[in-house]
Nanobody, 118 residues
Framework: QVRLVESGGGSVQPGGSLKLSCAVSGYISGRCSMAWYRQVPGKERVLIARSAPDDSKTYDNSVKGRFTISRDRSKNILDLQMDSLKIEGTAVYYC????????????WGQGTQVTVSS
């Protein structure tokens, strides 16, 4: 059974940094992608960063140049380094992974709150 557990959320001032980590238990193939999403109350969950099987990274324009996604396959960890945080970055951040046969299963973490305020 696959389980994703996020950590590292908290409160930070605008311009500050936080690093989120997602620990994966169970098996996620290196051929499957992993990603970070965020969600604000009342709005849809939004994809903000993705790590593809070939290790290429893609980012939403709202975080490009400020956030860095990294995946350590040997430790089964997905990180998100968030720099120059903005107030609009306040959200619940979720780790996601594709898995199973053909990477057709979607797994989610429980989410971690990030609050950016002065």
């Amino acid at each position: 059974q696959v389980r994703l557990v996020e950590s590292g959320g908290g409160s930070v001032q605008p311009g500050g940094s936080l690093k989120l980590s997602c620990a994966v238990s169970g098996y996620i193939s290196g051929r499957c992608s992993m990603a970070w999403y965020r969600q604000v109350p009342g709005k849809e969950r939004v994809l903000i960063a993705r790590s593809a099987p070939d290790d290429s990274k893609t980012y939403d324009n709202s975080v490009k140049g400020r956030f860095t996604i990294s995946r350590d396959r040997s430790k089964n960890i997905l990180d998100l380094q968030m720099d120059s945080l903005k107030i609009e970055g306040t959200a619940v951040y979720y780790c996601a992974a594709n898995g199973g046969g053909g990477c057709g299963e979607r797994y989610w973490g429980q989410g971690t709150q990030v609050t950016v305020s002065s």
